[in-house]
Structure formats: C-alpha cells, structure tokens
C-alpha cells in the first residue's frame, strides 16, 4: 500500500490489530489519509466500519464480529468472474471495501450474516455489474445456510430489468462453469431459471409481472438501479418474504435519478445518510454514498472521484474516466443538459423535468427549526375539488431575519376508499396522519369537514399565539367557509385569490426566488416537499404559473402557501415609526 500519512483524528480508529487490516482497512486509510478523494457519506462510511471493529473487540455485549478471512474468500471468486466483456479484473479497493462489509460481519452468536439490507448509490461505470453477479454467484454455488433451497432473485420493478440482471449473471455463471468443469454437472439454466441441481437452489428475475412463487422465501435479492421504482413494493415483498430465514440479504445498487417521489429517494437515501452521521442506529443495514458533496462540483475535476470512485484506484482508469466525463460534460453544457450528467455520471438527484418551479436540491436546503411562537403570520388556503387534497399553509415573518418560515398542514377526502386513493396517488396517508401532517376526514361521506379545517387553523393560531395578518383563499368552494368564519367571529383580513398570471405569476416568481437565497425557510414536511417537487412551472406570455403533469401529483400545499405569499411578500419589513413632534 502507498505510504500516507495518517490525520492525528483517526490514529486511534486505524490502530487495529494486523488481522483486521484487509482490503476493506487499506481503502478506510486510503480514504481518512485523503490519498483518495471521497464524499463526506463514503468517509463515515469508513468511519463506521473501523468503530464496529473496535467496539466488537470491545464489547462483548455487541453481537458483530468482522471475519475478514470469509470476506477474502468472496473477494477471491469475484475477481475470478470475467466481466461483460470476457475480462477479467480485479477489484478496486472501493469494490473490495462493498463485498467485505456485506459478507464480512457475521453475528457472534449464530455466525450468521450481520446485514440483512445493504444499499450502495455510486455514479454509472463503476463496475456495479460484476459486484451483482459476484454476490449472487457466490451465494448460489456456496452459502450453505440454508443448506437447500436457497432463493436468489435479480429483482426490479419491470420484468425487462429484472431479465438483464438475470441474463448477466446467467452469462457469468456459464463462462465460471467453463473454466471448473465439474461444476456442469449440478447447474443448469432452464430459460430464465438457473438451478443447483444438487441443493435445489436457484436464481430467477423478480419483477411485479411474476406470478406466485411456492415457499417464497428469498435468501438473497439484488435490486439493481432502485431510482426506477415508483414504489417500494418490490422491497416490502422481499423482506415480507425473509421472516423465517436465518440470514438473508437485500443488496440495492443504483444511481441517483430524476424522479423525487421515488422510494430510494424519500426512503432508502435518507435512511442510509442517518446512518452514516450516526443519527441513526440500525447494525443490520450497510450503507455507502459515492455523490457529489455538492452540485457545483462538477466544475472541480479534482472532487469527480466522489461520485466515481474507480478514479481513485489506477492512473489508467483515473485518465480514462475524466476523459470520458469531460466529454460528457462539454456535450451538456453545450446542449443544456447538464443536469441529465449531474444525476447519472455524478450521482446528484435532480428533477427529471426542465420546467421544475424549484430546484429541490435548493428547497431541501432551507429547512430549518424556527420558534414560531407569537409570530405574525399569512394563512393560505386551498380547499379541495373533488379527489385533491385540501391544504393550509401559513408563512410566518421572521422579523430578525427578514425572511420567511413556512409550516403547512393537509386534509384528505376518503370518498371512494382511502385505500385506493394511497395506491393511486403513490402516499401513505395512514402514515403521514399518525405523524401529524394531515388531518383524514372523519366524514362517512369521505368528502373533506371544513369545520375539521377550521378547527385546526384555530388551534394552531391559538396554540401558537399568532398574530394573524390576513387569510389568502382560492375562491373556488370558499362561500360556505367564510360564513362559518364570521360564525365563529374571525374578523381577520381577507383576501380572494385568483388562479392567474396576473394574481399569481410576480408572487410566485418572488417566491423561487427568495428560496434560492435561502429567505423561504420551512418546517420538515412531507407533503410539502411532495408539492414542490411536483409543481412545474409554465410561462406564458411573460407570465409564470405553477401546474402538475399528472392529476395524482399532488401541488396543493405549495399552492395555499403560494395563495398566504401574495400578500405575505408586499411586508414591508422596513417600516419606520415616526414619534410626533411638538412645537
């Protein structure tokens, strides 16, 4: 290993004894040396896999050990697997740094695998192929618990992903056999079925077209390229499936992509970053995140390795690789198109849609904690047609800072069965409820209780001591409402907003701006940040207006906080107080 030298922070996280210092150790030095370049999410990672060693020789309490003589094993095989192409390579440390960690740990107790979900998200060419067919080969030919019938799945949402999956490691296993010929004897490969002729195991593709399977009990299933799932059905199957079994494994690989509301984004992504800050503790689940730290980095050549970490492990392949992303990059920028090379070469999440009203990456950026608490504020409010939900938003004034907080409460109409309107729309309501971000009617007709709306908005008021400056309504279905607020002896202002450019386009420009400055602040909220991510933004005529591609994307809670911004943006918050003068 190339000499380095070693930040004084981690001289004691890297003294281990000698036979912990594989493969997966010389790439932990490699990447806390600063020898190689790395992401903040890839150096926790490293961080974590030398605090789990010390703290299992530490702590006989702690049921994980590290075997990493199990681990060189696995490594081996792989690096004798011929790639797409007929060649063989070996692995980058970083490649060896994945196979140690998800094959590597084993319980104390039971010698069973520790990890039961790893999730590894890294740039495209980053020889994701061969660590699939590597892991799934292995299992099939010698993981011996259970000792029969052994399931491994190349799973993904559609049967034709599912299929190249299975056909690469149907091509890598044949080209193996070729080379150990007394393995021909106990594999063979019936269409899309590889069989162990003497255990009874076996590799099929998993997709949401296949039909039921007999004793469904998954052993290992690779889900490669995630961010193409609409939803985490694929993964609820899986582990639905893995209940009984000693060990098991769900490996996911994949780039980032373009659609937000996918499950690896709102789900697996955030998951594994708690994680690796150490937010979170979950010792079954492996994560490492090649990405870009941040979106201007693909400006800076130097930082590429982040997302594409083969960079690090030749000259050859560091040459190779800048090469082909510079071009990639010219190309884009030329074109515009860049963004399309931030999510797939540099592993950036971005919004698929050039018309996006705002960039989520700014958005996510902005959130904050803020005290609320006796704040003048803006109530905006979009009451439901039909099928949509009825959303209030109320931007508060931060007057110290001259900025804007914005907190948003939603209210969902059940007519025609909840349930169908959470498989349609793609959102656990059930869930979003219990966790306080929406209110479900508690109507039998399903239909949206105002009175449940404005019930709400008077507890928060109250609850908060606000000082309410105005509430910004939508016209549509509003009559009913406003008597009932003068029922209840609301005097606030009030004002109609209408749903046109002429109403809406300065506001809602004013507003995408003052985000990008980071002077709109926002609560955590989930369908809040759904909306935003939804809305595009189409001009017309010197005119902005925000609408959604699909009637299942939901854009009602940025829309009411659009409605309380109309009048919340013409604050001045530079008024004087002029004291009289006497003569």
């Not at 209210?411 to 309501?429: A, C, H, N, P, S």
């Not at 239909?447 to 309410?468: A, F, G, P, R």
């Not at 506001?507 to 809305?535: M, S």
Request: some cysteine; aromatic content about 12%; proline content about 3%.
């Amino acid at each position: 290993m190339t000499s380095v030298k070693i930040p004084k922070k981690y001289e004691k996280l890297l003294d281990i004894p000698n036979e912990y210092r594989d493969d997966a150790y010389k790439y932990c030095v490699m990447v806390l040396s600063g020898a190689y370049v790395a992401g903040k999410d890839a150096q926790n990672a490293c961080i974590r896999h030398l605090k789990d060693i010390h703290r299992s020789l530490e702590d006989p309490n702690w049921n994980y050990i590290y075997k990493p003589k199990r681990a060189k094993k696995v490594i081996k095989f792989i690096e004798v697997l011929p790639d797409t192409k007929g060649r063989v390579n070996k692995l980058g440390l970083f490649q060896k740094f994945i196979v140690a960690n998800a094959r590597g740990w084993f319980t104390k107790d039971t010698d069973m695998l520790r990890f039961r979900k790893a999730f590894i998200s890294v740039g495209r060419k980053s020889g994701k192929s061969l660590l699939v067919s590597g892991l799934v080969l292995y299992a099939f030919l010698f993981d011996r618990e259970p000792a029969e019938g052994r399931q491994m799945f190349t799973a993904a949402n559609d049967k034709k992903q599912a299929s190249i999956v299975f056909n690469m490691v149907a091509k890598q296993l044949m080209s193996f056999v070729s080379k150990v010929p007394e393995l021909k004897k106990d594999v063979k490969k019936v269409r899309e079925l590889l069989q162990h002729t003497k255990d009874g195991s076996y590799v099929m593709p998993l997709s949401r077209d296949t039909g039921a399977i007999d004793g469904f009990e998954p052993f290992l299933a690779v889900i490669d390229e995630y961010h193409a799932a609409k939803t985490n059905e694929m993964i609820e199957l899986i582990e639905s499936g893995q209940g009984n079994l000693l060990q098991s494994l769900i490996f996911i690989i994949s780039t980032a992509g373009f659609n937000l509301n996918a499950p690896m984004y709102t789900d697996e992504w955030p998951y594994a970053k708690d994680i690796l800050k150490e937010d979170y503790d979950d010792p079954e689940y492996f994560a490492v995140i090649y990405e870009q730290d941040s979106e201007d980095e693909w400006q800076d050549p130097t930082t590429w390795a982040k997302s594409n970490p083969l960079i690090n492990e030749s000259d050859e392949l560091k040459e190779q690789i800048e090469t082909f992303l510079e071009k990639r990059v010219t190309e884009a920028t030329k074109k515009g198109t860049m963004f399309r090379v931030l999510v797939k070469n540099f592993n950036y999440w971005m919004q698929a849609s050039e018309e996006s009203y705002l960039d989520f990456n700014d958005w996510k950026k902005n959130e904050a904690d803020f005290d609320i608490a006796g704040t003048k504020v803006y109530i905006g409010l979009d009451l439901s047609r039909a099928d949509d939900l009825t959303s209030v938003s109320f931007v508060h004034l931060d007057e110290e800072n001259k900025q804007y907080y914005v907190t948003s409460h939603s209210f969902v109409g059940t007519k025609g069965g909840l349930q169908g309107k959470m498989e349609r729309d793609l959102i656990d309501y059930y869930q979003l409820a219990k966790d306080g971000y929406c209110t479900i009617t508690d109507l039998s007709s399903g239909i949206i209780n105002t009175d449940q709306v404005l019930d709400y908005i008077e507890s928060y008021v109250s609850k908060n001591q606000l000082d309410v400056q105005a509430i910004c309504y939508d016209p549509y279905a509003i009559h009913g409402v406003l008597a009932e607020m003068e029922r209840r002896g609301w005097y606030y202002d009030l004002y109609e907003i209408r749903q046109g450019p002429a109403t809406l386009s300065n506001p809602t420009l004013d507003f995408k701006l003052k985000v990008i400055d980071g002077d709109v602040k926002h609560e955590k909220n989930p369908l809040l940040d759904r909306a935003v991510k939804n809305a595009i933004a189409k001009d017309t005529n010197d005119s902005i207006m925000i609408e959604k591609k699909m009637h299942r994307e939901k854009i009602d809670p940025l829309m009411s906080t659009l409605f309380a911004y109309v009048i919340a943006y013409e604050y001045e918050w530079n008024k004087e107080t002029f004291m009289p003068m006497f003569f």
